[in-house]
């Protein structure tokens, strides 16, 4: 399918993560991607930013990675395992990575980018830490950026009952960034369970040619087996991170609510949980979350293969 909208320049803030290397894909394809950044998250900010250094290569484009934070800013830092693997992107035979990330400084990459380049929105995948830090340090950008198109939330959670685990993992930083004042769009769990890597969609992947097309067959695999092992009604690992890249890239494929989010910090059960108002008063409070409901899977996962094919050589 073809995209709607120009291509627009992002920075991808991410945690790889299975998911998030799909996201890398679809960005590569789509979006005028000026940069990568690492965060803490699915794995610890080593392994995050070696996998988005050998996504990278992998894809063979010429964006550089910048290490972020590593660990949130209040909550103990926590992973992902059950989920990823120790390595966050484990199942797959991974190159080595062509060499370290252009810097450790990813909350000053994104403030200079953000200051320099008109227009630029940021999409994160993974707890949105580093965002956070940006907004906290240079305030000045919150007017700068296009908008924030972010995966995490949802009607229910995953790390908890309530709570996703983007959110759950920094709920101090997801706080600043839903208040921030600027465009938000919200891809949370009720939006991306929607889109999920099953068997046929995985086989189609794996019979596609080049050494990108099957590392990611593999890392699927991996993905959609933990995810399946651990649930009784999924039938292939939610592909989370792409849908906040495809929300820009791609907006047809999504419908939309406007509605009031904000995040539970102090809960004791519901810490990390994002509480979507969905209130019909008409005093009620104002919408700051542009939030995705629904999503056309086949065509997203058609999405997503073409832009693997487009890399795979
Ligand atoms: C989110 O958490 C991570 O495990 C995934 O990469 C995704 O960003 C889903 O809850
Ligand atoms: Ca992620």
Same mark, same amino acid.
């Given at each position: ?19 998030? =290397? ?5 960005? =590569? ?134 709570? @996703? ?29 929607? *889109?999920?890597?099953?068997?046929? #969609?995985?086989?189609?992947? #794996? ?46 494929? *999504? ?8 995040? @539970? ?31 056309? &899977?086949? &065509? ?10 487009? *890399?795979?050589?």
């Amino acid at each position: 399918m073809t995209p709607t909208t120009p291509r627009l320049p992002i920075i991808l803030d991410c945690d790889p993560g299975h998911d998030d =290397a799909i996201a890398m894909v679809v960005a =590569a394809r789509h979006t005028n991607l000026l940069g990568i950044t690492s965060v803490a998250g699915n794995a610890p900010l080593e392994s995050t930013t070696q996998n988005a250094i050998v996504v990278r290569d992998l894809l063979g484009i010429d964006v550089a990675v910048h290490a972020g934070a590593h660990r949130p800013l209040i909550a103990p830092p926590r992973h992902a395992g059950y989920v990823h693997g120790e390595s966050g992107l484990d199942g797959a035979d991974l190159p080595t990575p062509s060499g370290p990330p252009a810097s450790h400084d990813a909350i000053g990459f994104i403030i200079d980018t953000v200051r320099s380049n008109d227009g630029v929105w940021l999409v994160p995948t993974g707890p949105l830490t580093n965002i956070a830090l940006a907004l906290r340090s240079a305030p000045d950008i919150a007017g700068r950026i296009a908008g924030i198109s972010f995966m995490g939330g949802g009607l229910f959670g995953n790390s908890t009952a309530t709570a @996703e685990f983007n959110i759950w993992a920094d709920p101090e930083a997801a706080a600043i960034v839903l208040s921030y004042g600027g465009p938000l769009v919200m891809s949370g769990l009720d939006l991306t369970h929607q *889109f999920q890597a099953t068997r046929e #969609r995985i086989d189609e992947v #794996r019979g596609m040619p080049g050494r990108l097309a099957l590392v990611l067959a593999d890392l699927l695999e991996f993905f959609s087996g933990t995810y399946t092992s651990r649930h009784d009604d999924l039938r292939g690992a939610p592909v989370h991170d792409p849908c906040a890249v495809m929300a820009l890239t791609h907006p047809d494929l *999504f419908t939309r609510s406007f509605s009031n989010v904000t995040v @539970e910090t102090g809960g004791e059960i519901t810490r990390g949980m994002t509480v979507i108002d969905q209130r019909t008063l008409i005093e009620r409070p104002a919408p700051n979350c542009d939030r995705l409901t629904a999503v056309d &899977a086949d &065509a997203a996962w058609a999405v997503v293969t073409e832009a693997i094919a487009h *890399f795979s050589h």
